[in-house]
Protein backbone atom coordinates (compact mmCIF):
# COMPACT_ATOMS: atom_id res chain seq x y z
CA UNK A 1 0.00 0.00 0.00
CA UNK A 2 1.10 3.48 -0.79
CA UNK A 3 2.52 5.73 1.95
CA UNK A 4 1.61 9.20 1.78
CA UNK A 5 4.70 11.07 2.29
CA UNK A 6 5.26 14.71 3.91
CA UNK A 7 6.91 16.94 0.78
CA UNK A 8 5.46 15.24 -2.26
CA UNK A 9 3.01 16.74 -4.27
CA UNK A 10 0.22 14.26 -5.37
CA UNK A 11 -1.53 15.01 -8.74
CA UNK A 12 -5.19 12.87 -7.57
CA UNK A 13 -7.73 12.00 -9.99
CA UNK A 14 -11.19 11.53 -7.99
CA UNK A 15 -13.36 11.23 -10.80
CA UNK A 16 -16.25 13.12 -12.52
CA UNK A 17 -17.92 14.66 -9.02
CA UNK A 18 -19.52 12.03 -7.50
CA UNK A 19 -17.15 11.51 -4.13
CA UNK A 20 -18.29 7.93 -4.27
CA UNK A 21 -15.96 7.11 -7.22
CA UNK A 22 -13.35 8.19 -5.74
CA UNK A 23 -10.32 5.60 -5.35
CA UNK A 24 -9.24 5.00 -1.69
CA UNK A 25 -5.82 5.88 -2.20
CA UNK A 26 -6.82 9.33 -3.72
CA UNK A 27 -9.20 9.91 -0.64
CA UNK A 28 -6.41 8.39 1.70
CA UNK A 29 -3.71 11.25 0.05
CA UNK A 30 -6.66 14.24 0.59
CA UNK A 31 -7.38 13.12 4.17
CA UNK A 32 -3.87 13.87 5.27
CA UNK A 33 -3.01 16.90 2.59
CA UNK A 34 -1.91 20.34 4.29
CA UNK A 35 -2.33 21.59 1.26
CA UNK A 36 -5.85 20.69 -1.00
CA UNK A 37 -5.67 22.39 -4.73
CA UNK A 38 -8.70 21.60 -6.42
CA UNK A 39 -10.13 22.40 -10.20
CA UNK A 40 -13.36 24.18 -8.74
CA UNK A 41 -14.65 24.95 -11.88
CA UNK A 42 -15.69 21.06 -12.41
CA UNK A 43 -15.32 20.15 -8.81
CA UNK A 44 -17.21 20.62 -5.25
CA UNK A 45 -15.87 20.43 -1.89
CA UNK A 46 -18.26 17.06 -1.03
CA UNK A 47 -14.90 14.73 -1.67
CA UNK A 48 -13.06 17.31 0.74
CA UNK A 49 -15.32 16.62 4.21
CA UNK A 50 -12.83 14.38 6.04
CA UNK A 51 -9.43 16.49 5.73
CA UNK A 52 -7.40 17.52 8.04
CA UNK A 53 -8.78 20.14 10.32
CA UNK A 54 -5.80 21.98 9.45
CA UNK A 55 -5.67 21.84 5.89
CA UNK A 56 -5.78 24.72 3.55
CA UNK A 57 -8.50 24.64 0.70
CA UNK A 58 -7.43 26.52 -2.19
CA UNK A 59 -9.86 26.47 -5.96
CA UNK A 60 -7.30 26.31 -8.79
CA UNK A 61 -9.73 28.03 -11.14
CA UNK A 62 -8.68 31.99 -10.74
CA UNK A 63 -4.83 30.56 -10.44
CA UNK A 64 -2.19 30.84 -13.07
CA UNK A 65 0.49 28.08 -13.59
CA UNK A 66 3.27 30.44 -12.40
CA UNK A 67 1.18 30.88 -8.75
CA UNK A 68 -0.33 27.22 -8.75
CA UNK A 69 3.31 25.92 -8.57
CA UNK A 70 4.60 28.28 -6.28
CA UNK A 71 2.16 27.33 -3.60
CA UNK A 72 2.69 23.52 -4.13
CA UNK A 73 6.20 24.09 -4.30
CA UNK A 74 6.29 26.04 -1.04
CA UNK A 75 4.37 23.71 0.74
CA UNK A 76 6.00 20.98 -0.07
CA UNK A 77 9.76 22.21 0.68
CA UNK A 78 8.26 22.84 4.34
CA UNK A 79 7.46 19.39 4.38
CA UNK A 80 3.98 19.21 3.20
CA UNK A 81 1.58 16.93 1.63
CA UNK A 82 -0.01 18.17 -0.86
CA UNK A 83 -2.82 17.03 -2.86
CA UNK A 84 -3.19 18.70 -6.13
CA UNK A 85 -6.62 17.65 -7.10
CA UNK A 86 -8.09 16.96 -10.77
CA UNK A 87 -11.27 16.17 -12.17
CA UNK A 88 -11.35 12.41 -13.67
CA UNK A 89 -8.33 11.17 -14.73
CA UNK A 90 -5.52 13.48 -14.23
CA UNK A 91 -3.93 11.94 -17.76
CA UNK A 92 -6.16 13.16 -19.86
CA UNK A 93 -6.76 17.00 -20.21
CA UNK A 94 -5.62 17.78 -16.78
CA UNK A 95 -2.70 19.97 -17.83
CA UNK A 96 -0.26 18.19 -15.39
CA UNK A 97 3.00 17.93 -17.50
CA UNK A 98 3.25 21.52 -17.38
CA UNK A 99 2.59 21.70 -13.25
CA UNK A 100 4.75 18.38 -13.15
CA UNK A 101 7.74 19.51 -14.97
CA UNK A 102 8.94 22.58 -12.89
CA UNK A 103 8.31 21.10 -9.81
CA UNK A 104 10.67 17.96 -10.78
CA UNK A 105 12.94 20.88 -12.11
CA UNK A 106 13.11 22.36 -8.34
CA UNK A 107 13.57 18.65 -7.09
CA UNK A 108 9.92 17.81 -5.33
CA UNK A 109 8.78 14.47 -5.18
CA UNK A 110 5.54 14.13 -7.47
CA UNK A 111 3.41 11.28 -7.86
CA UNK A 112 0.06 10.78 -9.72
CA UNK A 113 -2.99 8.84 -8.41
CA UNK A 114 -5.28 7.55 -10.96
CA UNK A 115 -8.88 8.01 -11.39
CA UNK A 116 -12.64 7.46 -13.14
CA UNK A 117 -12.69 10.00 -16.31
CA UNK A 118 -15.77 11.16 -17.70
CA UNK A 119 -16.04 9.16 -20.67
CA UNK A 120 -15.83 5.73 -18.81
CA UNK A 121 -18.46 7.00 -15.72
CA UNK A 122 -20.45 8.35 -18.87
CA UNK A 123 -20.31 4.57 -20.48
CA UNK A 124 -21.16 3.17 -17.47
CA UNK A 125 -24.28 5.55 -16.70
CA UNK A 126 -25.34 3.91 -19.84
CA UNK A 127 -24.76 0.40 -18.98
CA UNK A 128 -22.63 0.70 -22.50
CA UNK A 129 -19.91 -1.76 -23.45
CA UNK A 130 -17.56 0.81 -25.83
CA UNK A 131 -15.67 -2.00 -27.20
CA UNK A 132 -18.26 -4.75 -28.85
CA UNK A 133 -16.53 -7.32 -31.15
CA UNK A 134 -17.29 -6.59 -35.03
CA UNK A 135 -18.49 -3.22 -34.36
CA UNK A 136 -15.93 -1.95 -32.43
CA UNK A 137 -12.36 -2.37 -30.53
CA UNK A 138 -11.46 0.81 -30.52
CA UNK A 139 -11.64 4.14 -28.41
CA UNK A 140 -10.81 7.47 -29.87
CA UNK A 141 -10.17 10.10 -27.10
CA UNK A 142 -10.05 13.23 -28.22
CA UNK A 143 -11.53 16.75 -28.85
CA UNK A 144 -12.62 18.76 -30.96
CA UNK A 145 -10.12 21.75 -31.77
CA UNK A 146 -10.80 25.14 -30.17
CA UNK A 147 -8.44 27.62 -28.49
CA UNK A 148 -6.32 24.99 -27.59
CA UNK A 149 -5.08 23.56 -30.88
CA UNK A 150 -4.41 20.15 -31.88
CA UNK A 151 -1.98 18.60 -34.52
CA UNK A 152 -2.99 18.84 -37.83
CA UNK A 153 -2.69 14.75 -38.31
CA UNK A 154 -5.25 14.70 -35.44
CA UNK A 155 -8.26 16.47 -37.06
CA UNK A 156 -11.44 15.15 -36.88
CA UNK A 157 -12.31 13.85 -39.67
CA UNK A 158 -9.51 12.61 -40.08
CA UNK A 159 -10.14 10.25 -36.85
CA UNK A 160 -13.65 9.65 -37.84
CA UNK A 161 -12.42 8.13 -41.22
CA UNK A 162 -11.86 4.68 -38.78
CA UNK A 163 -15.47 5.01 -38.06
CA UNK A 164 -13.99 3.37 -34.04
CA UNK A 165 -16.38 4.47 -30.52
CA UNK A 166 -15.22 8.15 -29.94
CA UNK A 167 -15.18 9.90 -26.51
CA UNK A 168 -15.09 13.88 -27.29
CA UNK A 169 -14.13 16.04 -24.38
CA UNK A 170 -14.24 19.96 -24.30
CA UNK A 171 -15.88 20.00 -27.21
CA UNK A 172 -19.92 20.50 -26.47
CA UNK A 173 -19.58 24.10 -27.13
CA UNK A 174 -18.65 23.00 -30.61
CA UNK A 175 -21.13 20.37 -31.22
CA UNK A 176 -22.49 22.15 -34.69
CA UNK A 177 -18.43 21.50 -36.30
CA UNK A 178 -18.72 18.50 -34.44
CA UNK A 179 -21.32 16.61 -36.34
CA UNK A 180 -19.50 18.57 -39.36
CA UNK A 181 -16.76 16.81 -39.24
CA UNK A 182 -18.14 13.52 -38.14
CA UNK A 183 -20.53 13.10 -40.94
CA UNK A 184 -17.74 13.04 -43.29
CA UNK A 185 -17.24 9.63 -42.64
CA UNK A 186 -20.12 8.17 -40.28
CA UNK A 187 -23.81 7.59 -41.40
CA UNK A 188 -25.84 10.32 -40.27
CA UNK A 189 -27.65 7.58 -38.20
CA UNK A 190 -24.77 6.96 -35.67
CA UNK A 191 -25.69 7.05 -32.21
CA UNK A 192 -24.27 9.47 -30.20
CA UNK A 193 -24.85 10.23 -26.63
CA UNK A 194 -24.37 13.53 -24.57
CA UNK A 195 -23.55 13.08 -20.91
CA UNK A 196 -23.23 15.91 -18.97
CA UNK A 197 -21.84 16.59 -15.51
CA UNK A 198 -22.42 12.85 -15.26
CA UNK A 199 -22.54 11.34 -11.73
CA UNK A 200 -23.86 14.44 -10.47
CA UNK A 201 -27.17 15.01 -8.74
CA UNK A 202 -27.70 17.21 -11.76
CA UNK A 203 -26.24 14.45 -14.15
CA UNK A 204 -28.55 14.60 -17.74
CA UNK A 205 -28.19 12.40 -20.37
CA UNK A 206 -29.15 13.02 -24.62
CA UNK A 207 -29.42 10.29 -26.94
CA UNK A 208 -30.01 10.87 -30.35
CA UNK A 209 -28.09 10.32 -33.75
CA UNK A 210 -25.58 12.08 -35.83
CA UNK A 211 -28.81 13.95 -37.65
CA UNK A 212 -30.44 14.92 -34.51
CA UNK A 213 -27.81 15.80 -31.75
CA UNK A 214 -26.63 19.26 -32.26
CA UNK A 215 -30.24 20.47 -32.34
CA UNK A 216 -31.14 18.56 -28.69
CA UNK A 217 -27.79 19.97 -27.16
CA UNK A 218 -28.68 23.59 -28.15
CA UNK A 219 -32.09 22.90 -26.88
CA UNK A 220 -31.25 21.79 -23.95
CA UNK A 221 -28.56 25.14 -23.57
CA UNK A 222 -25.33 22.73 -23.13
CA UNK A 223 -22.52 24.29 -23.79
CA UNK A 224 -20.20 22.87 -20.72
CA UNK A 225 -19.49 19.70 -18.59
CA UNK A 226 -20.14 17.18 -21.00
CA UNK A 227 -18.94 14.20 -22.71
CA UNK A 228 -20.02 13.07 -26.42
CA UNK A 229 -20.35 9.57 -27.10
CA UNK A 230 -20.25 8.11 -30.64
CA UNK A 231 -20.40 5.32 -32.42
CA UNK A 232 -22.70 2.02 -33.35
CA UNK A 233 -21.65 0.52 -30.05
CA UNK A 234 -24.39 2.99 -28.55
CA UNK A 235 -27.04 1.37 -30.82
CA UNK A 236 -30.10 1.69 -28.13
CA UNK A 237 -31.64 -1.59 -29.04
CA UNK A 238 -28.79 -3.70 -29.20
CA UNK A 239 -29.56 -6.00 -26.43
CA UNK A 240 -32.89 -6.73 -28.10
CA UNK A 241 -30.83 -7.71 -31.40
CA UNK A 242 -28.00 -9.42 -29.76
CA UNK A 243 -25.68 -11.61 -32.05
CA UNK A 244 -22.07 -10.53 -30.67
CA UNK A 245 -20.69 -12.84 -28.52
CA UNK A 246 -16.78 -11.66 -27.57
CA UNK A 247 -14.35 -14.44 -27.95
CA UNK A 248 -13.54 -14.35 -23.89
CA UNK A 249 -16.63 -16.25 -23.21
CA UNK A 250 -17.52 -18.35 -25.95
CA UNK A 251 -17.52 -22.28 -24.56
CA UNK A 252 -15.92 -23.07 -27.88
CA UNK A 253 -13.41 -20.75 -27.26
CA UNK A 254 -10.02 -22.13 -25.48
CA UNK A 255 -7.08 -19.71 -23.36
CA UNK A 256 -5.22 -20.02 -20.83
CA UNK A 257 -7.67 -20.46 -17.95
CA UNK A 258 -10.26 -22.38 -19.93
CA UNK A 259 -10.49 -25.34 -22.07
CA UNK A 260 -12.53 -25.11 -25.29
CA UNK A 261 -15.46 -27.23 -25.38
CA UNK A 262 -15.77 -29.47 -28.92
CA UNK A 263 -17.84 -27.56 -31.48
C1 LIG B 1 -10.34 19.76 -18.57
S1 LIG B 1 -11.17 18.34 -19.13
C2 LIG B 1 -10.74 17.23 -17.84
C3 LIG B 1 -11.09 15.79 -18.11
C4 LIG B 1 -10.81 14.91 -16.91
N1 LIG B 1 -9.41 14.86 -16.63
C5 LIG B 1 -11.36 13.49 -17.08
O1 LIG B 1 -10.57 12.54 -17.17
O2 LIG B 1 -12.60 13.34 -17.11
C6 LIG B 1 -12.81 18.78 -18.81
C7 LIG B 1 -13.77 18.06 -19.73
O3 LIG B 1 -13.99 16.75 -19.22
C8 LIG B 1 -15.33 16.39 -19.41
N2 LIG B 1 -15.93 16.23 -18.07
C9 LIG B 1 -15.34 16.47 -16.89
N3 LIG B 1 -16.19 16.17 -15.88
C10 LIG B 1 -17.33 15.77 -16.46
C11 LIG B 1 -18.59 15.32 -15.96
N4 LIG B 1 -18.83 15.22 -14.66
N5 LIG B 1 -19.54 14.97 -16.86
C12 LIG B 1 -19.31 15.04 -18.18
N6 LIG B 1 -18.15 15.46 -18.72
C13 LIG B 1 -17.18 15.82 -17.86
C14 LIG B 1 -15.99 17.49 -20.21
O4 LIG B 1 -15.84 17.18 -21.58
C15 LIG B 1 -15.15 18.67 -19.81
O5 LIG B 1 -15.20 19.68 -20.81
Known amino acids: MMQVKGGTVYFVGVGPGDPDLMTIRAKRVIDQADLILYTGSLLGQEGFQER ?42 GAIAEQIAPLEAAGIPCEVIPGVSAAFAAAAALRAELTIPELSQTVIVTRMEGRTPVPERERLRDLASHRTTLALYLSIALIDEVVA ?83
Do not use: N
Not at 68 to 89: F, P, S, Y
Not at 214 to 224: E, F, G
Not at 232 to 258: C, E, G, I, N
Open 181 to 263: ELQTAYPAETPVVVVQRVSCPDQQILRGTLADIADQVKAARMRTQAVILVGPVLTPDLRQSWDMQSKLYDRRFAHAFRRGEPT
Open 52 to 93: KMTAKLIDSASLHLAELVELMQQAAAAGEVVARVHDGDPSLF
